[in-house]
């Protein structure tokens, strides 16, 4: 099952990566997705190494972010791709069927074209600005959401919905009223994990 909160991991270091995402799993979340963009190889391989650990530990869905080979070594539970990232088709075929496999999209088109390629979930953004990404995609705010979902069912395309890029605490209950399926947040977790149970609170409150 695809979560309603991903948490997508900060930090410059090996240390300050494994330290957030632990205190994350600590305070409730149980979707944590790998991105280390710093990091060499061999630094990656060690964090990513101790998160499946951590995630194990805590019962948490573990993703990685672009790297599918890493995640065919170290039998992660799946992989989020961007637009210039490998194809989607090409790592099924390496992960297989049961892996998750989740697709970056900032316009309808680009939904479609995910959809076309039977990704698992859609993170679908930027919503505001987030310095997080560099080379952000144009800015979609709350009237793109409704726009795309809109069209998403007009096509009767249904596939999840997870929004993602600057959102903050009352950004959510706005976000929530375009009936998207949930969020990915980085920064609002990394500095404030304990509002974990606030933030699953309001996605989970209509299930």
Known sequence: MISKLHYISQGNTV?????????ILDNGCNWIQLRFKNGNTKALHNVAEKTKQLCEQFEATFII?????LAYQLNADGVHLGLSDMQIKDARA???????IGG???TF?????????N???????PFRFTKTKENLSPILGLEGYKNILNQME???????IIAIGGIDLAAIEL?????????????????QPKITTTIKEKLYVNI
């Open 154 to 160: 007009q096509h009767q395309i249904k596939i999840p």
């Open 175 to 191: 976000l929530l009223d375009t009936d998207i399926y949930g969020i990915a947040v980085s920064g609002l977790l990394t500095h």
């Open 104 to 106: 970056t999209a900032n």
């Open 119 to 125: 990704c698992d979930y859609i993170g679908l953004g």
């Open 94 to 100: 390496i992960l297989g069927t049961q892996k998750i």
């Open 65 to 69: 972010n672009d790297k599918v080979d």
């Open 109 to 117: 088109e680009h939904v479609k074209q995910r959809a076309t390629e």
């Open 15 to 23: 240390e300050e990566q494994l330290y957030n995402i632990q205190k």
